[in-house]
Structure formats: structure tokens, C-alpha cells
């Protein structure tokens, strides 16, 4: 696997780096710090091609525009932020700036190994702490989860499809060749109908359960699914 860590601690970088060649010796690293660092790796990459991106994710880090860079520099690659505690604000800022999750700064080399193995297959990843927080591990929770997804309109399908894959509202814009706040609109629409309160509830929910949800018939079988609105 190759990775591009964006991060501005060099050791760490090599930390993280010698941790993931004793799990994965066919692993390689590349790192960045800027901008610019980031286009001369896609230079170097050319040939192998970068799997994922690791992103430390700070003010700094959003003042810079990572999250529209990224997909400008690398297309659809996916990313992880790290950050120093995880949490519902952090894996929401994730989902919902176009990210792929969440990885903790703290993390052992397992799980790091894990985040990025499991977006590179076009999963996301949140912390395994979070991945059941305040989800009721009963049937009849299942099933009601089913009955919310059976309210939603085909385009609301559409559209927690694409959020689950991690894409960004503009990159969900561009998906279904429709107007940002038209997006939104839809969000907000489908936040209601599955239960929760607000963009990180939502965020979280979808984290846990669309992942799975989407690769059911349900979910693929419906010949409006594209026209819908």
C-alpha cells in the first residue's frame, strides 16, 4: 500500500512509517507538509500511485483548504483526518468536509493499518469506540433502522450513498448534476427521517450503519434511483 501522510511532525511521520513497514513490508510512505510538498509527491508517485492520505487536521490544517485540495491534487483518493481525540465533532467534521473518517493521533499501528486498508477499499473509518455509540444492540433496533430507510425517497437513497462513501457536498454536486443547495436541502430532509438531531448525529449514524445498508438490493434495485429528485 502506498500512503501519503500530511502531517507536521516529521517523527511522527517515521513513527508512524517504521510501525507500518513491520506490519506491511511492501508498505510505502510518503510525506508532506504544504501544498506544495504534496505536488511534488504526486510527481514522484506517478507510476505506483498513492492508496491513501492521512491528513492532520487542525486550524491550521482548514485554514489551508485541504479538504478542496486534495481532491483537486489526487482525485478520488481517499483521506483520513488524524486527530489528537476523536469524537462525534471530529468524525463529523470528517464525513462532512469529504473525508473518509477519522483516525486517532494515538493509535497503535494496528489500527492505523486498519483506517487505511479499510478506506482504500472504499469503506470509511471511524474508531472502533464510536462505531456503536448509543446504538441499541437489539433486533427491534434493526428493523427500525430498515423501516427509516424504506421512508426515504430514492434521491435520499442516492444521496446517503455517496455521504457514506465519503464524499463532500460539492462532490455529491457534481455526482448527481444537481445545485449544492439542493444537497443540502436533501441532507437536511434525510436527517430528519432517520432520527437524529443534528449534522453530527447524522454523521455518526451513517458512519455505523450505511456502509452496510448500501450494498443490500434494497438499496440497488431501484430503477428511479438516477432521475429522482
Known sequence: MNVLMIDSLPLFVAGVTDALLKLDKDCKVWSAENPEDVYRV????????????TLEWD??????????LLPEVFGTVPWLFVVRNGGRHA??????????????RHA???????????VA???IYVPSRYRDDGEP????SSIHGERRLDRLTPRQLEVLRLLAEGKSNKQICRALNVAEGTI?????????QIGVSNRTEAALWLA??????????????????AGAE
Open 208 to 225: 455505523r450503519r450505511v456502509s452496510a445498508e448500501a450494498s443490500r438490493p434494497s438499496m440497488q434495485a431501484r430503477p428511479a434511483l
Open 137 to 140: 444492540s437489539s433486533r427491534a
Open 42 to 53: 504526486r510527481e514522484k508517485s506517478l507510476a505506483d500511485g498513492i492508496d491513501a492520505i
Open 184 to 192: 443540502k436541502n436533501h441532507l437536511y430532509a434525510l436527517f430528519r
Open 59 to 68: 486550524d491550521d490544517a482548514a485554514r489551508v483548504g485541504w479538504p478542496k
Open 91 to 104: 468524525i463529523a467534521d470528517a464525513l462532512l468536509a469529504g473525508a473518509a473518517g477519522v483516525v486517532e
Open 108 to 118: 497503535t499501528a494496528d489500527e492505523f493499518a486498519q483506517a487505511l486498508k479499510q
Open 121 to 123: 477499499s472504499g469503506a
